[in-house]
């Protein structure tokens, strides 16, 4: 009997892993500092601006940082799904539906002005246009980097167009509606915040349960924001069902602005500004625009709505949706009808820009000869 041979011992593998956990280690150990640091000194946009600052200044001063893994960027999402939908009523739903013709508007002006701007952009730079598309899409970040990706695109190009273009809108965005919409600062005892009226600790432990296995589903069934609607929709019902809480636990937020905050301060590295370097000034000007744009937007959908104007700027803005989302949350806004304008536009550019790049490439292509 032939004897089994022993799996060979590669150590360098085992110290890849652990350096790597220990780079996600101090990476979240300075998004929690930064947390608390904006948390003491009430930083507009609260506690995700702390955490991003403090890790994005320590990834640009080249300490060893890496992003949080997947499956917990995923379950901070899902958490931030569960913690919206937990707040969901008939009058939130009343709201959206009364102010659904121009949150539509709103919607689809941003995401063309997506579009018109990556036009403009190929004309004048050159840039390939599956990189404009992809780098002037507002919001969906790791979606339109993998898009770029798959249409041929510059991914790193992409990524850095998106990255100054989001921490550009989560430092402007807060001081702005903090500077015009100043609101009474409240202090959350995160303590008495863990106890929530109406659910006890193995009913919140189960619906946090539930909405993992439902969030992690969606993800692998790779539906298009997936982890949070589907979470947003299951958290709705079930609480009106079953648990009647007022709110989530403030500490599902706390961890969300955590995980959130930690991924995008450690994507900024020195090589991001040496790739966006050669597009610098275009860069600057696409985010300008979309910076005025959303001001403009947020301006004219405040004016036909009933809706409070932190909700319509924030909504209004070009970041990701689980950013704004938090940044609505921590401002005051309506996060529901916040998420529900972001997750819009995501989903219309990401069926848009794979026909329009498809589409120009077809168009370009040479017609078949008819001596062939």
């Known amino acids: 009997m032939a004897e089994l041979t022993p799996a060979p011992y590669r150590p360098w593998r085992t110290r890849g892993k652990l350096r790597r956990a220990g780079q996600i280690g101090l990476t979240l150990l300075l998004a929690a500092v930064g947390l608390v640091l904006a948390r003491q000194l009430r930083l507009p946009g609260g506690m995700i601006i702390g955490a991003m600052a403090l890790t994005a200044v320590a990834s640009l001063l080249n300490a060893p940082l890496a992003p949080p893994p997947l499956w917990l960027r995923q379950a901070a999402r899902i958490v931030l799904g569960l913690a919206i939908g937990a707040t969901v009523t008939l009058d939130t739903l009343r709201t959206v539906a009364g102010a659904l013709l121009p949150v539509t508007f709103i919607v689809l002006a941003m995401a063309l002005a997506g579009l018109a701007v990556a036009r403009v952009i190929h004309r004048v730079t050159g840039l390939p246009l599956p ?17 770029a990706e798959d249409l041929g695109g510059d991914a790193p190009l992409v990524a ?48 946090l349960a539930i909405g993992l296995v439902v969030g992690f589903l969606a993800a692998r069934l790779r ?16 609480n009106a069902a079953w648990l009647h809480m007022a709110e989530a636990p403030e500490s599902w937020r706390i961890f969300a602005q955590w995980i959130v905050g930690a991924g995008l301060g450690a994507s900024v590295t020195r090589q991001t500004a040496r790739t966006f ?3 610098a000034l275009a860069g600057a000007l696409m985010t300008a625009f979309f910076l005025v744009m959303g001001v403009v937007l947020g301006w004219a959908l405040w004016r036909m709505t009933s809706l409070d104007p932190v909700t319509c700027l924030v909504a209004s803005a070009a970041g990701g949706a689980d950013q704004m989302i938090l940044l609505a949350g921590e401002l005051g806004g309506n996060a529901q009808l916040v998420a529900a304008v972001h997750v819009a536009r995501q989903i219309i550019l990401l069926v848009a820009v794979p026909f329009l790049v498809r589409g120009a490439a077809g168009h370009r292509a040479p017609a078949p000869s008819c001596d062939a």
């Open 131 to 147: 990189t404009a598309l992809c780098g002037s899409a507002p919001g969906v970040l790791a979606a339109m980097v993998t898009l």
């Open 277 to 279: 370097r050669p597009f």
């Open 223 to 238: 539906v298009p924001s997936g982890d949070l609607l589907a979470t947003m929709a299951v958290a709705a019902v079930l």
């Open 160 to 207: 850095s167009l998106h990255l100054v273009r989001l921490i550009s809108v989560m430092l402007f965005v807060p001081a702005l509606a903090r500077a015009l919409f100043p609101a009474p600062v409240t202090t959350v005892d995160v303590a008495a915040a863990a106890e929530v009226t109406g659910a006890t600790l193995p009913q919140l432990a189960l619906f």
